[in-house]
């Protein structure tokens, strides 16, 4: 595999999206757009229109290099096409409900607004993500990763984030 200077990452609430978006754009030099930026104006109350949404996209899609990094399905789509790796974060659901608590505890030590209620509707729409109930985003993901030949990994444990993560490093994709 060739440096790529475009990543695509993708997977649900809880999978590292961004913790793997930070460390690759640290190691590789390379800017990392949170999606969660594009979509919400307000973060999680005020979702942005989506014209500006798309005016965003276009102009990090003309950049040469960049990581991004997202829940999100069919506006994305033009990330997944113009990507040299696509990675699909997709964890156990019993993983990522404890990441998600563990999120949530952190949040809460620092007086943050989370409460329980969030975090219940976090979880549900983790449990939901392969049924295909409100919005199908595992349906969407594979459907769009399906559609388009791309260079794609999919990470279902720790254990093969440390190996990606070597293999990137032996290869000197810094």
């Known amino acids: 595999m060739k440096k790529p200077n475009k990543i695509f990452i993708l997977g649900t609430s ?5 913790t793997l978006a930070e460390n690759l754009s640290e190691k590789m030099n390379i800017l990392h757009y949170n999606l969660d930026d594009f979509f919400w104006y307000k973060r999680f109350s005020k979702k942005r229109n989506p014209k500006k949404r798309d005016s965003m996209i276009l102009s990090i899609l003309k ?17 997944v096409k113009k990507s040299d790796l696509v990675i699909w974060l997709d964890y156990s659901f019993g993983k990522l409900s404890w990441r998600n608590i563990k999120r949530f505890i952190r949040q809460k030590e620092k007086k943050s607004d989370e409460n329980l209620k969030n975090l219940i509707r976090i979880i549900k729409y983790v449990k939901n993500y392969r049924k295909g109930v409100h919005g199908g985003s595992y349906k969407s993901h594979k459907n769009i990763i399906d559609k ?3 260079n794609l990994v999919i990470i279902k444990n720790n254990k093969q984030l440390k190996e990606f993560m070597k293999c990137l490093e032996e290869k000197r994709l810094k």
Do not use: V
């Not at 809880?14 to 961004?18: D, E, F, I, L």
């Not at 950049?63 to 990330?79: M, V």
């Open 14 to 18: 809880g999978s590292g999206k961004t």
């Open 63 to 79: 950049k040469r290099k960049w990581i991004t990094e997202g829940i999100y399905g069919f506006w994305t789509e033009e990330f």
């Open 148 to 150: 388009h030949k791309i």
